[in-house]
């Protein structure tokens, strides 16, 4: 048994909750007990937080370069355990053995570019406001930084924020997805220990969202929430942690589009649409949500798409020759199937393929005669489900496009210059012309600065300013 099976990890020991509590960790394909977590509450959250402020001033006070040292070597031992880290989060997710290993993958990004970023210059002069003034900004750490993490990318998304933090000075609590505490959480503490990371400097407490993240998020000493998830929690940490005007990161959902002008090359954006639809079972923030194709490509795309859902193999990951994993949970099939896809039905929708289930394995779905009314369209659907809503015109589109909040958005055209114009119009943060998903490198994420805080130290260099009376 794993020393961190159903213990915290706090000021450098594996100890257990202090309700005495665990919780079973499952296996989503076939609903094994893989371990156990912790039940943390507040005051583990309470003990937890104490050792970050006792550790940060001097983890801050060491060189950047000590603290780079340090991230790259929590990469090497992640690296080592690689095979170890993948065998979790096909377990605990539900993933096939590329998502996980692509993880892993970009979990090493960002440590290796936080790692180097930390070195860089972290300052700058300024312009004076006065003769024979030095103004000079420097940025420094925060202090104490809160994470909580979802599911669906439990370790790229914990270390999206806990390799910058670390590497510039703070210490971190982290607070793992139940859903996925072995590799969001438990593993990490492991390999932190096995890196020599000082203790107090990272800790894990899992628990339940109620019990263990809100108070996280409550706690006074935490100088930045760093939430990823859905937008109705999204919202309730941020109104937690506005209580004393603290500072917040929030990544949350959106309701992505993927538009398919007249001119498209139908093949190229049904293989793209399929992926950014179906992959890990549609439940990723970068997924595609609804699907605007125009009248003139309509039918050829529908048959396209709904060809390449149909030989997607849905099962258990581990086995070979499987596509697609199950669900996440069995309240993420309610929502999927009787919240968005049913209701859609029932107001018109056109079932093209798939819209069954056994279990938690979801048939991919191709939904046609999907309007801007119904569910399948508002929603942000977090399954395989692909609502294909017809228009006919490019102005149409691009309407329909920007009507949802978005994460990133795509749209697919025979003509880049077209694309780079429909693009420009875009509201949403991210636009994919002819591709979808994620920006276009793993590093693109890591920011230093949002776990920094701006100082300015004002040099007087001479009295000469200043009136005559006053000197």
Known sequence: MRISNGRHYIDGDFVVPASGATAPVQEKATNAVIGEYALGNEKDVRLAVASSVN?????????PAERAAAVRKIARVIENRADDFVHHLMRETGGVEAKARGEVGAALSRLNVSAAQAQLAR??????????KLTLLERIPLG??????????????????MAPALAVGNAVVLKPAELTPIAGGQLLAEVCHEAGIPPGVFNVVTGDGPDAGEPLAAHPDVALVHFTGSNEIGVRVAGIAAR?????????????AFAVLDDADVEAAATCGAWTSFDFQGQTCITASRHIVHRAVLEPYLEALTRRARQIVVGDPTRPGVHLGPLISAEQLHRVHDRIVQPSIEMGARVVTGATHDGLFYQPTVLADVTPEMPAFTEEIFGPVAPVTVVDSEEEALALVNRC????????????????????????????????????????????????KRRWIGLQRSSLTYPDWAR
């Open 55 to 63: 550790a940060q001033k001097g983890w801050a006070a060491l060189l």
């Open 123 to 132: 300052g700058e002069i300024q312009p004076s406001p006065k003769p024979g």
């Open 144 to 161: 104490v930084v809160g994470v909580i993490t979802p599911w669906n990318f439990p370790l790229v998304l914990a270390m999206r924020a």
């Open 244 to 256: 004393d005007l603290r500072r917040t990161c929030l990544e949350l959902g959106g309701d992505n």
């Open 405 to 452: 909040q978005a994460l990133v958005n795509a749209v697919h055209t025979g003509d880049l210059a077209r694309g780079l114009a429909f693009a420009q119009q875009v509201d949403s943060k991210n636009v994919h012309v002819n591709d979808a998903g994620p920006r276009p490198t793993d590093a693109d994420d890591v920011d230093l600065d949002e776990f920094t």
